[in-house]
């Protein structure tokens, strides 16, 4: 956030990375607004369509998650869960993330919404 308020242009990916970490402290709502902010910035910008679709999920507004998920395919066309898992195979510790119950939840359900 800091860095978001030393340079009022920062690029869109301070907030991707912002919703990946309210995501990993369970704090969903801030996630999926940050995600949101990010792609007001760059539309196109996949990953976060992704988290978008999970954190959606995850609060219970599965039209809002089919929303995003329908854009990671307007994106991508080829978009898979195989090639999310490829991208962000786990947390950059190696850890396992807080949130995890609630992305394999998303990894689930998108894949079954993906037919795959």
């Known amino acids: 956030k800091k860095a978001m308020r030393l340079n009022p242009y920062y690029p869109f990916n301070y907030l991707f990375?912002?919703?990946?970490?309210?995501?990993?402290t369970e704090r969903i709502e801030e996630a999926a607004a940050?995600?949101?902010?990010?792609?007001?910035?760059?539309?196109?910008?996949l990953f976060s369509?992704?988290?978008l679709a999970a954190c959606s999920l995850a609060l219970g507004r599965e039209d809002e998650?089919?929303?995003?998920?329908?854009e990671a395919l307007r994106i991508s066309p080829n978009?898979?869960?195989k090639v999310a898992k490829q991208r962000?195979?786990?947390?950059?510790t190696g850890q396992k993330l807080p949130s995890d119950h609630c992305c394999s939840k998303a990894e689930k359900w998108l894949s079954a919404e993906l037919g795959e």
């Open 17 to 24: 990375t912002l919703g990946v970490a309210f995501c990993t």
């Open 34 to 45: 940050a995600h949101k902010r990010a792609l007001t910035r760059n539309p196109d910008f």
């Open 49 to 51: 369509q992704f988290c």
């Open 65 to 70: 998650a089919r929303a995003a998920r329908a």
């Open 79 to 81: 978009f898979s869960m």
């Open 88 to 92: 962000f195979p786990e947390s950059p």
